[in-house]
Nanobody, 127 residues
Framework: QVQLVESGGGLVQAGVSLRLSCAASGLSFSNYDMGWFRQAPGKERDFVAAISWIGGNTFYADSVKGRFTISRDNAKNTVYLQMNSLMPEDTAVYYC????????????????????WGQGTQVTVSS
């Protein structure tokens, strides 16, 4: 069965960096665009970043643009989220997800457009 397993979360102070990883199995990873979302307590799941299947296209939420970088290694079936200059408002559970439809900067921001989801990893940023 398909599994997406996130790792790399933790408790950090504001200003530092973290790199999240999402290891995929049970699917043809290079056929999927991949996205990262986050969800803070009591809030909706928000789009963070997405990357196309071959890595040529990326798209970011305005709130993370210039601080976060999404990348992928299709040989390792893994997608990454490099998070720099972390702020307390970045605190959330971070989820990776797989998207199988045509690349669209509108659709890739919508959680319901994604087919598979990981279980999430907690990122907590203290001030």
């Amino acid at each position: 069965q398909v599994q997406l397993v996130e790792s790399g979360g933790g408790l950090v102070q504001a200003g530092v960096s973290l790199r999240l990883s999402c290891a995929a199995s049970g699917l043809s990873f290079s056929n999927y665009d991949m996205g990262w979302f986050r969800q803070a307590p009591g809030k909706e799941r928000d789009f963070v970043a997405a990357i196309s299947w071959i890595g040529g296209n990326t798209f970011y939420a305005d709130s993370v643009k210039g601080r976060f970088t999404i990348s992928r290694d299709n040989a390792k079936n893994t997608v990454y989220l490099q998070m720099n200059s972390l702020m307390p408002e970045d605190t959330a559970v971070y989820y990776c997800a797989a998207y199988s439809k045509a690349w669209s900067t509108t659709r890739i921001t919508k959680p319901y457009e994604y087919t598979y989801w990981g279980q999430g990893t907690q990122v907590t940023v203290s001030s």
